[in-house]
């Protein structure tokens, strides 16, 4: 069995600066693609960015220029930068792999999430 777990959300002021990261492990035969989400209170879950295995990433329009994501596939980990953060990049930031087990069946795997707050 495998598992995504987040971490480095926190509280910071606007402009700021935070990483999150996001290690996938257990029963691992590979790791595809990766991805972050937001949900933010009372709003639908989103897309924020993506990165497939081999290095192509799209972003949610709202993150471009200011969001990057990128991978350490021999970790299996996936980090978000997230830079010039706005109040309203508040929400519960939450991982997406797709694993591939030792029954080589490609899964997607949800983390717990991460608390990201944006507030002076």
């Known amino acids: 069995q495998a598992q995504v777990l987040e971490s480095g959300g926190g509280l910071v002021q606007p402009g700021g600066s935070l990483r999150l990261s996001c290690a996938a492990s257990?029963?691992?035969?590979?790791?595809?693609?990766m991805a972050w989400y937001r949900q933010a209170p009372g709003k639908e879950r989103e897309l924020v960015a993506a990165?497939?295995?081999?290095?192509?990433?799209n972003y949610a329009d709202s993150v471009k220029g200011r969001f990057t994501i990128s991978r350490d596939s021999a970790k299996n980990t996936a980090y978000l930068q997230m830079n010039s953060l706005k109040p309203e990049d508040t929400a519960v930031y939450y991982c997406?792999?797709?694993?591939?087990?030792?029954?080589?069946?490609?899964?997607?795997?949800w983390g717990q999430g991460t608390q990201v707050t944006v507030s002076s």
């Open positions: 990165i497939t295995s081999g290095g192509s990433t």
């Open positions: 257990g029963s691992i035969f590979s790791v595809g693609a």
């Open positions: 997406n792999a797709e694993i591939q087990g030792a029954d080589f069946r490609l899964r997607p795997y």
